[in-house]
């Protein structure tokens, strides 16, 4: 169940809520901004009473355990359980993160005018600091299909603006590898063409994956890694920048921190380049002059 009136819907974050009731995490998934805020309500006896703290004790409101604001934007369950309880909480009840951003309503004209404002930049890319670009190959690099000719012998199809990207971002020196299972030589035929080390025919990515930052020298913080399907997700939970295609696998876009508007094969990559690029920008031109 989606609100008409909430305006910001992160379709990564109502996936994820899906993803928490279809595995089992959840019956009911609703919706909510953490606050630390203190809240008051009117008292019967008059004046008013702390709601959910004790006045006389007064931790610092970043000290405080973090509750939810429902806001309404969408509630996600199983219309089995719906229909039975006819009402949208019920058993094991969770709540999906939203952005401070995207947890305006639309309730009166005033808000109208709040929502537009926003609107100027609730969908500009996030910069993506890292400084190392890891990359899954089919589904990224590729759409995931693959032509086989009567000889066995497989191609696929990819994209020169990814190819583009990908140059630019070697320009800037920031270290790229391609990490991938496929044993088809058109991987490492690709990487080649690309300038990129490649790792293929690989089954434990995440070990070769964690190795491989070792002996970089990478704090794993700030290095991106980007895939599309469940044998990803090894990778995905070991960086501080885990990425996933538009398409991807749901348990993917679940783990995801940042979700590419470009399908793979099709734009993902060099997205994913000039993101990077743009927060390399950001510390010398941005909010991180020099």
Known sequence: MVQCTSPFIDPGDLDAAVVRVLGGEADSVFSGLETHEFQWCVAAGGGVAGVGHDPAHRPRRQDRAAHYRETGAFYVMRTSGLRAHRHRFFGRIGVQP????HAV??????????????????????????????????????????WVD??????????????????????????????????NPVVAARARKLGVPVLHGVEDKATVLRKWMADEGLDPARVAYVGNDVNDLGCLALVGWPVAVPDAHPGVLAAARVRLTRPGGAGAVRELCER????RDDRTTGDGRK
């Open 98 to 101: 939203v952005p401070a951003a």
């Open 105 to 146: 309503e639309v309730d009166e004209p005033a808000d109208l005018e709040l929502v537009r404002a926003i609107a100027v930049v609730a969908d500009r890319v996030e910069p993506i600091d890292v400084d190392a670009v890891v990359t899954d190959f089919d589904g990224v690099h590729t759409d995931d299909r693959a």
């Open 150 to 183: 009567q000889d066995g012998r497989e191609a696929v199809a990819v994209s020169r603006s990814d190819g583009m990207g990908v140059a630019r971002l070697r320009r800037a020196g920031v270290p790229l590898l391609i990490l991938s299972t496929e044993v």
């Open 276 to 279: 990077v690029l743009a927060a």
